[in-house]
């Protein structure tokens, strides 16, 4: 129990300190980047003395020192700072739109894992039988394609030449309630849906095979099969278990790749979530927005991570007397 205890306590104090780092590094970022909040927030007929007023309205006059302080002290009261365009607390405009990508990214990572890991398995199980190679060219060539390229193929003929799925926004009626509103999201859901995950899948497909594969040809797999064990069994009771140590890595590293792809998708898709939310938010050099987004985004593949840490703890025992 003290080595469990010990082991997630340096994680947590390690991701205190990448979080602290991140927050600070993607305030000077942000300010940093080309462009200047106050010309798009004026406009482009406002006078000197108007940008001026307004840059020390919003306290953008400070130096950037200044600026970080300050933002550092309201952070710490939970405070991520007023929105210039949207004229609301930031914590309100980005709670408005986190349910949707939570809902995207919930069902795109079920649908990878469960799909990735059973394809996976399958093909290494299945030596060299031509259909899984086959499998296995698809994979490789599926997680080649660029995100924005896919979804736009799969608008162009599930959406515009078969017209099955709807390719724009999250519902379509806006009244609807109960069943027909999920119904209606569910509908919405499947293209972007599918845009990720098809690339993820093919990752999580082709790792899941090679550690299966070494799996297979240990020594303790052998004897397995020498004691006339199952052969069910011993693909997913006995090989899995070892072989998901490196798959479960890649996927806790890959929620940042799928939280960047969001941005990428839900424009695409004119998705209301946070990847809508950044774009239209660079797009106005909306500071406050921008950088409240990166902390919420960074905080959250931090999370992912220390969640893998449990699911190690989980799987396998040995970590538990590190």
């Known amino acids: 129990m003290r080595g469990v205890v010990f082991y997630l306590g340096r994680r947590l104090v390690w991701a205190a300190l990448v979080s602290i780092a991140a927050v600070v590094l993607t ?13 798009v927030l004026a406009g482009e007929q406002a006078t000197p003395e108007y940008q001026r007023e307004l840059a ?7 130096p950037l020192w200044v600026q970080l302080v300050r933002y550092l002290g309201s952070l710490a009261q939970g405070d991520l700072g007023y929105s210039f365009t949207y004229r609301a607390p930031v914590a309100e405009v980005i709670s408005a ?14 649908i990878s894992i469960l799909i990735g890991i059973w394809v996976g398995v399958r093909s290494a199980a299945a030596g060299r039988s031509r259909f899984w190679w086959g499998v296995n060219m698809l994979t490789l060539v599926a997680y080649s394609l660029p995100a924005f390229w896919l979804g ?25 309630t109960g069943w027909a509103m999920l119904k209606d999201m569910a509908w919405h ?20 095979e090679t550690a299966m594969r070494e799996a297979l040809a240990s ?11 199952a052969a069910g069994r011993v693909v997913w009771g006995h ?35 946070l990847g809508s939310l950044t774009s239209s938010a660079i797009d106005a050099r909306d500071y406050p927005v921008i950088t409240g987004l990166f902390i ?22 040995r970590i538990r007397v590190v």
């Open 27 to 39: 305030f000077l970022l942000v300010r940093m980047a080309p462009g200047n909040p106050i010309s």
């Open 56 to 62: 020390a309205r919003l306290g953008l006059d400070q």
């Open 97 to 110: 739109r986190f349910a949707p990508t939570l809902v995207l990214m919930g069902v795109t990572l079920l």
């Open 152 to 176: 736009q193929v799969l608008v162009l003929f599930f959406g515009v030449k078969l017209g099955w799925f709807p390719t724009l926004g999250l519902v379509s009626d806006v009244n609807a």
């Open 189 to 208: 859901l499947v293209l972007p849906a599918a845009t990720i995950s098809v690339i993820q899948v093919a990752l999580i497909a082709r790792l899941t």
């Open 219 to 229: 020594d303790y797999v052998v004897a397995a099969r020498g004691k006339g064990v």
């Open 239 to 273: 090989a899995l278990r070892n072989a998901l140590l490196p798959v479960v890595t890649v996927i806790g590293l890959e929620l940042g790749w799928v939280v960047a792809g969001f941005v990428v998708v839900e424009t695409a898709f004119s998705w209301p979530g």
């Open 296 to 317: 919420v985004i960074t905080v959250s593949v931090i999370l992912a991570n220390l969640l893998t840490d449990l699911v190690y703890l989980a799987i396998d025992p």
